[in-house]
Nanobody, 112 residues
Framework: VQLQASGGGLVQAGGSLRLSCAAS????????MGWFRQAPGQEREFVAA??????YYGDSAKGRFTISRDNAKNTVYLQMNSLKPEDTAVYYC????????WGQGTLVTVSS
């Protein structure tokens, strides 16, 4: 399984970013896909997940972030709106949620 995350960058507080994660080496449509993030000195935190039963969000993402997927493109997205400085982290996508495979991460920096 290979996961390539992209779309991170520097944005001002209140701005938006859209992260993408292209997957290969798996039957993409069969996998639950997730986004997690890790800020410096902190544990990896659940952000959002999408699976057959629906979409799920961590408390920090509710109302501001939207996860979606395009099975034809083997890609999962994370639309992030109303970004805050505390959203600054490396964002990782995962294939699977119980025993996830990880991509390399993309850095999101939100300036105040």
């Amino acid at each position: 399984v290979q996961l390539q995350a992209s779309g991170g960058g520097l944005v001002q507080a209140g701005g938006s970013l859209r992260l993408s994660c292209a997957a290969s080496g798996l039957t993409f449509s069969s996998y639950a896909m997730g986004w997690f993030r890790q800020a410096p000195g902190q544990e990896r935190e659940f952000v959002a997940a999408i699976k057959w039963s629906g979409v799920y969000y961590g408390d920090s993402a509710k109302g501001r972030f939207t996860i979606s997927r395009d099975n034809a493109k083997n890609t999962v997205y994370l639309q992030m709106n109303s970004l805050k400085p505390e959203d600054t982290a490396v964002y990782y996508c995962s294939a699977g949620l119980i025993v996830p495979s990880w991509g390399q991460g993309t850095l999101v920096t939100v300036s105040s």
